[in-house]
Every structure is written in structure tokens, then in C-alpha cells.
């Protein structure tokens, strides 16, 4: 499955306009490069490392600019707020 943006706000319980945020801060780095799927290996390492995309999303960011900015945002988002509160880790 592959989420959209809306599946990425619910799920990291964010605002649309902190997605876009962070969103339009990497498109416009990545957008200036011409092959997506070089810059891609270690992220997708590091995404399989901390389960944050599936392998249809990393497959799929290989050729996709958009998908590599979403998982961009997925992984960086997964590394920064965590998927339960703290006191459910009790």
C-alpha cells in the first residue's frame, strides 16, 4: 500500500500545514536532481532499518520524484515523533 498524503497526516497525527513544510522543503532540493533513484540507496537502507516505508514505496520512489519527496517526509517523520505516546510504552 502505497499512503498519499492524507494517510501521512493522520497517521503522524500532523497539521496539512506542517506536511507541506516539510514537503515543499524537500521538493525543492530534490526536484533539482535529474536521477531519483541514485540518491535514493541510503535512505531506503535506513527506511527498511526503522520499518517506516514498505517495499512498494521504495520501489516506487526509484522513478517517481513525488513518491521520493513522500517518503522523504515518511522517514524523517517517522524518525522525529513517535508513533505511540510515551506513557503507552509502559
Same mark, same amino acid.
Given at each position: 500500500?502505497?499512503?498519499?498524503?492524507?494517510?501521512?497526516?493522520? *497517521?503522524?497525527?500532523? %497539521?496539512? /500545514?506542517?506536511?507541506?513544510?516539510? @514537503?515543499? %522543503?524537500?521538493?525543492?532540493?530534490?526536484? =533539482?536532481? %535529474?536521477? &531519483?533513484?541514485?540518491?535514493?540507496?541510503?535512505?531506503? *537502507?535506513?527506511? =527498511? /532499518?526503522?520499518?517506516?516505508?514498505? /517495499? #512498494? #514505496? &521504495?520501489?516506487?520512489?526509484?522513478?517517481?520524484?513525488?513518491?521520493?519527496?513522500?517518503?522523504?517526509?515518511i522517514? =524523517?517523520?517517522s %524518525? *522525529?515523533?513517535?508513533?505511540?505516546?510515551?506513557?503507552? @510504552?509502559?
Amino acid at each position: 500500500m502505497i499512503r498519499d498524503k492524507n494517510q501521512i497526516i493522520d *497517521e503522524f497525527n500532523i %497539521s496539512d /500545514e506542517y506536511f507541506n513544510q516539510i @514537503f515543499y %522543503s524537500y521538493e525543492q532540493v530534490l526536484g =533539482r536532481q %535529474s536521477n &531519483i533513484g541514485l540518491w535514493n540507496d541510503d535512505m531506503d *537502507e535506513y527506511s =527498511r /532499518e526503522i520499518k517506516a516505508l514498505n /517495499e #512498494e #514505496e &521504495i520501489q516506487k520512489a526509484k522513478y517517481d520524484l513525488k513518491q521520493a519527496i513522500l517518503n522523504r517526509v515518511i522517514v =524523517r517523520l517517522s %524518525s *522525529e515523533i513517535p508513533t505511540k505516546p510515551w506513557w503507552k @510504552f509502559w
